[in-house]
């Protein structure tokens, strides 16, 4: 038997215990004639203790092992002289007997603690080292406890897990594919699953009734800290269901997420339609553990010769409250924020409410006090507040804006981290339109229904129907999203014709769907929420990749096993692809 006990257990009432232990070396030090070790494994740290008065030989021998050395140590649990509060171990530690070393270990490139020393490049090639650090493992242990926990929600409630192919068939819409060639088929290519999606409304024309998978979805984009070309979604499908239905299962999934993982009972989420999204925080994802919404003045603010706010679409802003001691510093620190490429808003105009109920402005040539008192209004703006104001086309205003109202709740400390807001967004528009290729593209996917009141504006105004589709949304942050599916064959095929397939396409492209609710396709919905953000957000950090075992780094490249790579003139001539 390699060891009686790990190294995360021993407490004050195991004193008196012979045990052994196994583990890496984490640290090895030296007091007079003492050496002591610090022996790591996933559970936790215990002290070794070596005496050089009472065993000489065997202190000598602990003095030679190293950092990340596989050690095994058999000895008496003794409570420590010093104890150490911040870990469970720490009243204890154990009088070695008997040492062996399993294995030995070259100098780690970084320190395997909690604070490391390593760089992001020295850690991503050594992952495994990393993934030994703590805050790592315990990472990779709340993705565990969350999958499992999600499993148990789901099996509970009737669904079933049910794996989907990942060798599929590319199609046309949604990101772009990886592809696989295939060397029977010299020429032809399957393609990586985006997502389960059409495989997963089969399955309900099958009869399923409640499917889900914690399905793996690849996806060639550009990378981001949020993104990464493969990801886990939590993906699942219903039949028989409205919205509400869905609403109320996965409402009761990440309730019982936060009660089980956090110990935190949440309220019932809140709502809101897309269009009040745009309108009063400026982006599909709202933040709203804090208020500070925006407001549209631009029918106030016409007519005065500020030719910028004449010119402008919209013309809106918010409300910073207690912000208007901010200094010209600072407000030119602001303008430049959002002068930023990625902010892209061309100038910044700010009110300024002082306490002594008087104003200061930006734009105080073009505007007297009435006007700026009547805009303090439609913004509910008290003495001491700042207005922040943006004009221009309606859709960036907005999106800029939003990143304004962000930024400032960050440099006012606005934002609680131990407070979760969760919020269902619904009533997608149906369609975008994109000016570079001219045609209509599925905001969510083409298979999502139109709502069912808008159903024949899809015939006469496509651009105004809402959908069947939902996102939720959390602290700002896209959980997931779904929708209830089109399950009859005439309002696909329109879809298809308004996405611009002439027929022949989509039946190439989607018709084993098409014939499939030929055969009695039940009505459903569904939505996938992602599992790797969903980590995330528990664990309080912007970053995916720190809840993913092995992840790909910015460039999308696994620099550790060296993918991806080039392979060899004969490989590349079996599968029927020549480079020269
Ligand atoms: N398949 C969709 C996605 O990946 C989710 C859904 O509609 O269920 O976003």
């Not at 219903?238 to 509400?244: A, G, I």
């Not at 396709?521 to 996938?528: D, E, S, T």
């Amino acid at each position: 038997m390699y060891r009686t006990h790990n190294c995360g257990e021993l407490t004050i009432s195991d004193i008196g215990k012979r045990v052994t232990l196994c583990g890496w070396v984490q640290k090895n030090r030296t007091l007079g004639g003492m050496s002591f070790i610090d022996l790591r494994d996933r559970y936790g740290i215990t002290q070794l203790a070596f005496n050089m008065d009472t065993n000489e030989a065997l202190c000598s021998q602990a003095r030679t092992i190293q950092r990340e050395y596989v050690i095994q140590a058999t000895g008496q649990v003794i409570e420590r002289s010093s104890k150490n509060s911040k870990i469970p171990t720490g009243a204890i530690e154990i009088e070695v007997e008997e040492l062996k070393v399993l294995n030995k270990s070259a100098v780690p490139p970084f320190t395997i603690e909690d604070e490391t020393d390593g760089g992001d490049e020295l850690r991503m090639r050594y992952r495994y080292l990393d993934l030994r650090r703590k805050p790592l493992m315990q990472n990779m242990l709340l993705r565990h406890q969350l999958a499992m926990a999600t499993r148990n929600y789901l099996s509970d409630g009737g669904f079933i897990e049910v794996e989907t192919p990942f060798l599929i068939k590319s199609t046309p819409e949604g990101a772009r594919d990886f592809v696989v060639p295939s060397r029977m088929h010299k020429g032809e290519f399957y393609a990586l699953p985006q997502s389960p999606q059409t495989f997963k409304q089969l399955l309900m024309v099958a009869g399923f009734d409640k499917y889900f998978q914690i399905a793996r979805c690849f996806r060639d984009e550009d990378l981001r800290a949020d993104r990464q070309p493969e990801f886990s979604q939590i993906d699942c499908e219903m039949s028989f269901v409205e919205q509400e239905d869905i609403f109320n299962t996965f409402e009761g999934l990440v309730k019982q997420l936060f009660k089980k993982i956090k110990g935190i009972s949440l309220p019932d989420f809140s709502r809101m339609t897309y269009n009040d999204a745009m309108k009063y925080y400026g982006c599909d994802k709202p933040d709203t553990r804090f208020g500070m919404p925006l407001v549209e003045i631009q029918h106030m603010v016409h007519g005065k010769g500020f030719k910028v706010f004449d010119e402008a679409e919209l013309v809106a802003g918010i409300c910073v409250r207690g912000a208007a001691h901010y200094s010209r510093k600072q407000l030119d620190a602001l303008t430049d924020f959002v002068k930023r490429p990625q902010v892209g808003a061309k100038g910044l105009v700010y009110v300024k409410f002082n306490e002594d109920d008087t104003f200061k402005s930006s734009v105080d040539k073009f505007f007297d006090e009435v006007s700026l008192r009547s805009w303090a209004d439609a913004f509910d703006a008290q003495a001491g507040d700042l207005m922040l104001i943006l004009a221009g086309a309606k859709t960036s205003t907005r999106s800029a804006l939003s990143a304004l109202r962000l930024e400032m709740a960050a440099q006012l400390n606005l934002i609680d981290k131990n407070v979760f807001k969760p919020l269902w967004v619904t009533d997608f528009p149906l369609l975008e339109w994109d000016e570079d290729t001219q045609r209509y593209y599925a905001m969510h996917h083409p298979f999502t229904a139109p709502k069912t009141q808008d159903l024949q504006l899809l015939y006469s105004k496509p651009e105004e129907v809402r959908a069947n589709a939902y996102d939720l949304v959390i602290n700002g942050i896209e959980i997931g999203g779904g929708s209830i599916r089109i399950f009859n064959r005439e309002v696909q095929s329109k879809m298809f014709e308004v996405l611009g397939f002439i027929e022949e396409e989509a039946h190439k492209q989607f018709g084993f769907l098409m014939n499939a609710f030929e055969y009695g396709a039940p009505p459903h919905g569904g939505i996938a929420l992602g599992l790797d953000r969903l980590c995330a957000v528990f664990g309080g950090t912007d970053s995916i990749r720190d809840y993913i075992a092995f992840p790909k780094n910015n460039a999308g490249k696994d620099t550790m096993i060296d993918a991806p790579a080039s392979l060899t003139q004969e490989q590349l001539k079996e599968i029927g692809i020549d480079i020269k």
